[in-house]
């Protein structure tokens, strides 16, 4: 078993690109640290059976979590989290829902923290152009915000930056 489960959802296909992004890049500084993984396919022990949890979800629906992620949301309630490490990445379309920019980011990261996670990864809000999100946290996301509609050619650095990060708050 790798060091980080990867988590993700995906409603067209962005997020499951982006996981596996992140899983090359992952690979270049710590090979086969990440376990990549369909929330759509996995229980609450298969999160917890790792100490080290990336989650990728895109919002949709104007503010509303991916379709398997919302599915989700309810098992969280009997999970204990307390001393997992958490990071996030969220897809989502900052010209087209630029009042609901990442909020599916937000909503994940609350309950994970009331079910006893730290989140780690934050990232700058600077460089973005959007109104209101739940993801954020004065200057910052409470994980990546990946744009793969407005800013497709920032993904790639943006990732490098992240991991890099990522793998540092994780102490690995
Ligand atoms: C109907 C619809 C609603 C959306 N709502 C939001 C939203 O509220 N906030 C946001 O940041 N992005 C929103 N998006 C953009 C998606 O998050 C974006 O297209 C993302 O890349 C989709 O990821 P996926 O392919 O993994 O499902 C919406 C897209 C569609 C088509």
């Known amino acids: 078993m790798a060091s980080i489960g990867l988590f993700y959802g995906?409603?067209?296909g962005n997020t499951e690109n982006v996981a596996y992004i992140l899983k090359e890049e992952f690979d270049k500084i710590l090979p086969g640290?990440?376990?990549v993984h369909n929330i759509g396919r996995s229980t609450p022990e298969d999160i917890l059976r790792y100490n080290n949890i990336i989650?990728?979800?895109p919002t949709w629906n104007t503010g509303e979590l991916q379709d398997?992620?919302?599915a989700f949301m309810p098992k969280f309630n009997s999970m204990d989290m307390n001393g997992k490490k958490v990071a996030l990445f969220g897809l989502g379309d900052q010209n087209g829902y630029g009042f609901n920019f990442q909020d599916a980011v937000?909503?994940?990261?609350?309950?994970v923290m009331e079910r006893g996670a730290q989140v780690w990864g934050l990232w700058p809000t600077s460089g973005y152009q959007f109104e209101e999100s739940k993801a954020r946290e004065d200057e910052f996301f409470l994980g990546l915000?990946?744009?793969?509609?407005g800013q497709t050619e920032m993904t790639r650095g943006r990732i490098q930056n992240w991991v890099k990060a990522?793998?540092?708050?994780?102490?690995?």
């Open 166 to 172: 990522v793998k540092a708050e994780f102490g690995l």
């Open 33 to 35: 640290a990440v376990d």
């Open 55 to 57: 989650i990728g979800i």
């Open 106 to 111: 937000g909503i994940v990261a609350d309950k």
């Open 10 to 12: 995906s409603n067209t």
């Open 68 to 70: 398997d992620w919302d």
């Open 145 to 149: 915000a990946v744009d793969e509609v």
